[in-house]
């Protein structure tokens, strides 16, 4: 490099500096842009996501930048089936459930261990109550799933060992072109006790195993474009 393209970009570089540093033009509003995205994630993960979160009135433990890509990719794959692990009160079942009745097409299949505070009824959505692990479930669910156009989102359990489970069991059926979306691998970027961290090997770990022994699917980065996601490398795509 010469050093009058040198010069241009130390120019360029210390000109962006001043412009991110500058007040914004109300102050009210200073502090809460001033937040970094890894404070803001603490914050949304310690004040918002567990009560201030919904859809149609039942709670919704997402962040809703990935729910907003989660639609998208609904959209453009169009699947037959999504398969749900983990779905807690059913506020998220019931916006996958209302996104295929928009498209006139899809249903769920939402499997969950406990469903004392699942709160949803849907014509789109096939209930199916045990362990995700369960053989007797997967087989349950392989059946609904053969011939069909399929999607999975893992949100059950977050442990490496589930999660890697779960991708051995549920992968087989997603179709090609479509996704395997795990949920939550943010809890391995953060450390133990800031408000995200687990002090365990958590969904990223289970994932970054997953992608070296089965190059069938491939990290699809370009649904983290947000930045704002709880889901580092979790949007796995099926390319072969």
């Known amino acids: 490099?010469?050093?009058?393209?040198?010069?241009?970009?130390?120019?360029?570089?210390?000109?962006?500096?001043?412009?991110s540093r500058k007040s914004l033009r109300r102050k009210s509003y200073q502090k809460k842009y001033g937040m970094s995205l890894r404070n803001w994630l603490i914050y949304h993960q310690k004040k918002i996501v567990f009560d201030k979160v919904s859809w149609m009135g039942l709670p919704v433990w997402k962040n809703v930048l990935d729910a907003w890509i989660y639609q998208e990719i609904?959209?453009?794959?169009?699947?037959?089936?999504?398969?749900?692990?983990?779905?807690?009160?059913g506020g998220s079942t019931r916006y996958f459930a209302?996104?295929?009745?928009?498209?006139?097409?899809g249903m769920v299949i939402s499997i969950d261990l406990d469903r004392s505070e699942y709160r949803l009824e849907h014509d789109r959505v096939k209930l199916i109550t045990g362990n995700s692990s369960d053989p007797q479930v997967v087989d349950q669910v392989e059946c609904l799933c053969r011939g069909k156009q399929v999607m999975v989102i893992q949100d059950g359990g977050h442990k490496k060992n589930q999660v890697y489970q779960d991708l051995l069991n549920y992968s087989p059926f997603v179709s090609l072109e479509n996704y395997f979306i795990v949920e939550d691998g943010i809890v391995d970027l953060f450390h133990y006790g800031d408000g995200l961290g687990f002090d365990t090997?958590?969904?990223?770990?289970?994932?970054?195993?997953?992608?070296k022994n089965h190059p069938n699917f491939v990290q699809d980065e370009s649904r983290e474009r947000y930045l704002l996601t709880y889901n580092p490398k979790g949007y796995l795509k099926r390319i072969s």
């Not at 040198?6 to 412009?19: D, H, M, P, Y």
């Not at 609904?74 to 009160?89: A, H, V």
């Open 1 to 19: 490099m010469n050093f009058k393209n040198l010069l241009s970009r130390t120019i360029t570089a210390f000109l962006n500096f001043k412009i």
């Open 74 to 89: 609904i959209y453009e794959t169009r699947p037959d089936i999504l398969i749900e692990i983990g779905s807690k009160f």
């Open 201 to 211: 090997s958590g969904p990223l770990d289970a994932v970054e195993e997953f992608l």
């Open 98 to 105: 209302d996104l295929f009745e928009l498209l006139r097409h």
